[in-house]
């Protein structure tokens, strides 16, 4: 199908439906603009019969619904020199008479009467117009799958899905991806390691639509893949390593909200279909263009669940604290992703403290235990406080500060208890810091979020892989449009 | 066959090149061979025993260090490798 717009006659022109009631109403108004002698083309989008009394064109395609943007039927137009200049849509007296110069046309009809949804409009249909009318930079190559092919087998079989079913990336569900970004489809977002090739949105879109995700979420997708694919978050090495971790995505911003995000009850786990498709996007993504697959570049030892996907939304509205986004730079209202390289989150189970100094030492006795409770500084962690343990601090006025504050001096420990062979374990500091006392983590190590929902007097923790310019840094990114 | 689905390819599309292994040298004797560390820990004892054996053997070794094991080496280490040494070994870890 053509992607140029259909020329259309100079003179009056009008889109019609048989099933719109009120497209049979104007009827007799069609017939006495042809009456005038007035120049009129008629199209109809369905039953090429209708309407019976004036000559018409049936627009079988919608080619010209589409391209002349008819979203409501009837739609009288008045075209000069093949260009639109004036329009009207549904039946109004008044704007058909003074359009037509018919003084007394329609006379006998209600003033008004609210047409019908066009055709080329109607969400079962759009996808599929898109893609046939739409001249849309989409390059990549096209797959055929023989009919004797089972697609989700065949996907399965390719190597391009999680070991999960994947949706078939047909060109009408990428363009209708595409739609949820401003960004043009060939746009280069990043270089996607570990083959470090190009990695484009289009290319993103593709995966978008294998992960399952709404149009909505790409911006988000896309931030979060600038956010990994880069030398400070070290997506190269988070897949290399063989240790369980991949990237945890904490969005933030009043986006959250707008796209659905969970951030309340099982914020972590199953059902929430933004939480879980953003982050299956960014690692479909990294494993299809990027070439990143387990047993391959990826040697991780045992993995972790949430390497399918681990993204989760700060619940802000009722948060005591400044958000993540907030606390590293991103202006208050923005949009943002952060990205972490973390394994499984572990649960903190404290039921009986109520003060913050008693849940402080719950939190402190746990976060020491991050990896081994012998090793310090090299791993951050996330911790994430629920509303019941976050309202012990509330109630009490810490701040984000005070509370890190106070983790960090309780979790300082002497060398002699860490070092290499201290209580009998092998795993330790080297034995030049016997004489040290030593924090379990290095300045901003410790990323404070707030998040779950319902009851529960536990927080969580997300333990993270080598830090600093050795392994990887977290790093945040403003979502575009 | 009849035709089914119609997918866009989700793939960076890029085919990895092949590249034929050199042939396996007769003799190290007379060739530089750099030894380089990922920078692992006791990947250097693996290396400083190899260096003894290779040394032995006549071989001329030149050792060098990715600046951390978690990235891939740096485009100069490789070049500098490249155009010093004749054959390499990589360390791994642990």
Known sequence: MSTTAPLLPNGFVVIVKHECATCQMVEPVLAAIAASGAPLAVYTQDNPDFPESVPHTHDSTLAVSWHYDIETVPTLLVIENGVEVDRTFGWSQAEWQRITGIDALGADLPVTRPGCGSMSVDPDRVDVLRAAFTDSPVISRHIEFSSAEDEFEAMYARGWTDGLPVIPPTRERVLRMLTGTMRHPQDIVAIAPPDLVELTVEKIAINAVMAGCLPEYMPWVIAALEAVCNDQFNMHGVLATTMPVGPVIICNGPGTRAIGMNSGINAFGQGNRANNTIGRAVQLTIRNVGGGRPGEVDRATHGNPGKISFCFAEDEENSPFSSLATERGVPLGENAVTVFAGEGPRCVVDQLARTPEELTESLAACLLTVHHPKLVIGFDAILTLSPDHGRVYAEAGWSREKLLAEITERTLRPGTDLVRGARGMAEGVPPHLRDSTLPKFRSGGLLLTYAGGGAGLFSSIVAGWANGAIGSDPVTRIVGS | ?94
């Open chain 2, 1 to 94: 066959m009849a035709t089914g689905l119609t997918i866009l390819d989700p793939t960076s599309e890029s085919n990895p090149s092949t590249r034929q292994l050199l042939a396996r040298p007769a003799d190290i004797k007379g060739h530089t061979i750099a030894l380089l560390d990922i920078s692992k820990p006791r990947g250097n004892v693996f290396l400083d025993r190899l260096e003894e054996l290779l040394t032995e053997r006549g071989a001329k070794v030149k050792r060098f260090a990715k600046p951390t094991f978690t990235k891939p080496a740096p485009v100069d280490l490789r070049h500098e490798i490249a155009t010093q040494c004749t054959l390499v070994i990589e360390a791994l870890a642990d």
